[in-house]
């Protein structure tokens, strides 16, 4: 029995499939662009090795190639039979998720690993399961049962500095995160855990100084090389640096305009940040609206549907913005969780009436939400930018009490630069 970079059995005789497997899942630890391309490889070598089609499905699926996605996963599926327990549980655990059933998919994943705590493709899918949904509680306390069965391994390290980070423990994740960059300088996922530990630390001349060299070792990034210099931009932006930021922007969503969902939901909410601070970026938006009416029927994670809108909202496209309002409440019609027709929709409308200038519609909306905005997922650091039109619509509005009260809120939290000058 041949076994895989964390000591666990692989069913194959070869060894070239088996060494295709490890790249991949090292690939996908450290999202790299060649994930996708190692899987595909190590079910050439290996027609039968199911965990390397499943890998391949994670890929598809996180690509939104979902037909391909449900292919890798019918083939995993088939192949599993042959295999381990744990290499039927794993293919199981991932099944679930590319099929769309989440609960199913998370318990799975949380049963594979009472058994298997060392599968760190699993704890990676997890982590971004529970990160969706919101549950960054239940991701600290995965992370933190975890770390001890993974010594001196630096994504693992990563993803918990960023679960610390997110229950607002900066100090020990930057520590946390500067260790597994020391353990290995090319983990991207550590990079961005420290990227958002100095940010909500407030510490932002001290990530300008360090994200370009933090950045700079972690080649064969897929979209999340854009993401990393979407962290350096927020922290130009918090220092009230708008045309670096602007200039920024332009070269790293602008100039290429992408529907990936990662790099869509960061440019939108880059152009949004800047139309908040007073900088209106006019026809900017119009390559953006133009990806997010093309997106209006795909179902998607309810975070970017909420970007959709702000895409939309920007560029004065109300007859989409309205078209897409009215997808959200018939899925919201058919949601049994509530989320989309208690939280999506009002979220869309109060961001709706903000760019239609009515700030007394858009704290009706959006205030009532703000204890719940965290179960769309997305980090702080993202969210802020539903927080911020909240805000924003109390001084357009002349709500002072409310403003004033929110801003205090804010500034507690995080010293941006427009925040503390906001008056």
């Keep these: ?24 899942v090292a690939a996908t630890l450290g999202w790299r662009a060649n994930a996708l391309d190692c899987f595909r490889e190590a079910t050439t070598h290996d027609p039968a090795l199911a965990i390397a089609h499943a890998g391949a499905a994670a890929c598809l699926f996180l690509e939104e190639r979902f037909g391909e996605a449900r292919a890798a996963s019918d083939a995993a599926r088939a192949t599993a039979r042959d295999g381990t327990d744990r290499e039927q549980s794993y293919v199981n655990a991932i099944a679930l998720w590319t099929d769309g059933r989440v609960p199913e998919a998370e318990a799975a994943m949380r049963a594979h690993l009472k058994t298997h705590p060392r599968d760190l493709a699993i704890v990676q899918r997890l982590y971004f399961v529970l990160f969706w949904q919101g549950k960054f509680p239940a991701m600290l306390e995965a992370t933190t049962a975890l770390l001890p069965h993974h010594p001196g391994t630096s994504s693992m390290m990563g993803m918990h500095a960023f679960a610390l980070e997110e229950a607002g423990q900066c100090v020990a994740a930057v520590r946390l995160a500067e260790q597994a960059l020391a353990t290995d300088a090319e983990d991207a996922w550590s990079v961005h855990a420290l990227a958002h530990a100095l940010y909500e630390a407030g510490e932002f001349d001290a990530g300008v100084a360090a994200l370009p060299r933090a950045i700079e070792p972690c080649q064969g990034l897929n979209w999340f090389r854009n993401h990393l210099f979407w962290h350096l931009t927020l922290m130009h932006l918090s220092r009230g640096e708008y045309e670096r930021v602007s200039r920024l922007s332009r070269e790293f969503f602008e100039r290429e305009p992408s529907s990936i969902p990662g790099d869509l939901h960061d440019a939108i909410s880059l152009l949004w940040r800047l139309e908040l601070a007073g900088r209106p970026v006019g026809e900017r938006w119009q390559p953006f609206a133009e990806i997010a009416r093309d997106r209006i029927p795909r179902p998607g994670l309810l975070f970017h549907a909420a970007h959709l809108t702000i895409a939309l909202v920007g560029a004065a496209d109300v007859t989409s913005a309205d078209r897409q309002l009215a997808r959200l409440r018939e899925r919201g019609a058919k949601d049994s969780t509530g989320l989309t027709g208690d939280v999506l929709v009002p979220l869309c409308e109060g961001l709706r009436a903000f760019g239609d200038g009515d700030y007394a519609i858009a704290i009706e909306r959006i205030e009532p939400l703000r204890p719940r905005l965290v179960e769309l997922g997305g980090s702080r650091a993202q969210r802020d930018v539903f927080h911020d039109t909240l805000l924003e619509a109390c001084f357009r509005a002349g709500d002072v009490d409310r403003a004033e009260r929110l801003l205090a809120e804010r500034i507690a939290r995080r010293p941006d630069h427009f925040w503390l000058n906001r008056r």
């Design 1 to 24: 029995m041949m076994h895989d970079t964390y000591g666990l059995p692989v069913t194959t005789s070869s060894l070239a499939a088996l060494d295709a497997y490890r790249r991949g």
